[in-house]
């Protein structure tokens, strides 16, 4: 049976590995394979670690003082869940899937649960369940017809 990390052990490394990704390419590269399968499966896409750290460098060009506060955890064998917040000033051009958002300047907290499944002490799958929606609503990209 898996046996599931502590905190410390998975969350700071994950969490420091997407705020602060190595600059060196296969230092980062390295970096993703310590922690993910290669490739890892994410909301049942199969992510090469080439393309994680293409998003971990995408998210740290969008957004500057990027820092992230655990909400919490549950363990369970073979899973561990995060609950977590994102916060940052969103300084640089942010992908989405309604387009490419133009640096506001304004603060974000995107917040986010990801549901890690875990095998052979790395993660081999990622269920990812984010505010997309709010973290727009806040950076004024789109905004709620009234009724």
């Not at 080439?50 to 655990?70: G, P, W």
């Amino acid at each position: 049976m898996e046996t599931v990390p502590t905190t410390t052990q998975l969350v700071e490394p994950l969490f420091a590995l997407w705020t602060n990704p190595p600059v060196d390419d296969a230092a980062a590269l390295a970096a993703f394979r310590d922690l993910y399968h290669d490739p890892v499966t994410v909301n049942g896409i199969p992510f090469a670690a080439a393309d994680l750290l293409l998003r971990a460098r995408q998210v740290n060009q969008a957004y500057s003082e990027l820092r992230i506060e655990l909400i919490d955890t549950v363990s369970a064998p073979a899973r561990f869940v995060v609950a977590f917040q994102m916060l940052g000033r969103h300084t640089g051009p942010l992908a989405t899937p309604l387009g490419t958002v133009a640096p506001t300047g304004r603060e974000v907290r995107i917040r986010t649960i990801d549901v890690l499944t875990l095998d052979e002490g790395r993660i081999s799958e990622v269920v990812v369940v984010g505010d997309e929606l709010g973290t727009l609503i806040g950076l004024g990209a789109v905004t709620l017809a009234s009724g």
